[in-house]
């Protein structure tokens, strides 16, 4: 059985609708961490929306079912020392930091695995800028589990 430093995961973006869901599913199909809670969440989801089609149509073309279909609101109490949140700009880092006071294992999804600058977000844009947000996403949560793996201890 493995322990892991972190037992959750959490990816957050504005309103939960496209990268951080993308983000979420690519977790979630990478065996090496699957004894990690993944979850995605928006920091502000004022009521439920779908995911984004065209976020669901570039996964499902990877083979890669997305489970959660309803965008979903951060709450604070999500998150404990064991927790990772992993958000997908820095201005989010920023919001997630100011509004619900959070200092600890808080990175954007790149600083976390040394890398500079912010996700790619293809909101509005063509299926295309979806598949290219979903292929970055993919190298990025790849490198996340990797890293996550390699501070694992064997109990």
Do not use: W
Request: charged content about 25%; glycine content about 4%.
């Amino acid at each position: 059985m493995h322990q892991y430093q972190y037992e959750r995961v959490i990816f957050i973006c504005t309103d939960n609708t496209i990268v951080s869901p993308m983000a979420e599913t690519i977790f979630k199909a990478i065996p090496l961490v699957k004894g990690i809670e993944c979850y995605s969440r928006g920091i502000v989801v004022l009521f439920q929306e779908p995911v984004n089609p065209k976020a669901v149509d570039v996964a499902k073309n990877h083979g890669i079912e997305m489970i959660n279909s309803l965008s979903t609101q951060f709450h604070r109490i999500e998150a404990n020392e064991h927790t990772l949140l992993l958000t997908m700009t820095k201005h989010q880092k920023e919001e997630v930091i100011k509004y619900f006071q959070i200092e600890d294992n808080i990175y954007t999804l790149k600083e976390f695995i040394g890398e500079d600058g912010d996700c790619i977000d293809p909101y509005g844009q063509s299926l295309l800028a979806y598949e290219e947000c979903f292929e970055e996403l993919t190298t990025l949560v790849k490198k996340v589990a990797y890293s996550i793996a390699s501070k694992t201890d064997l109990a």
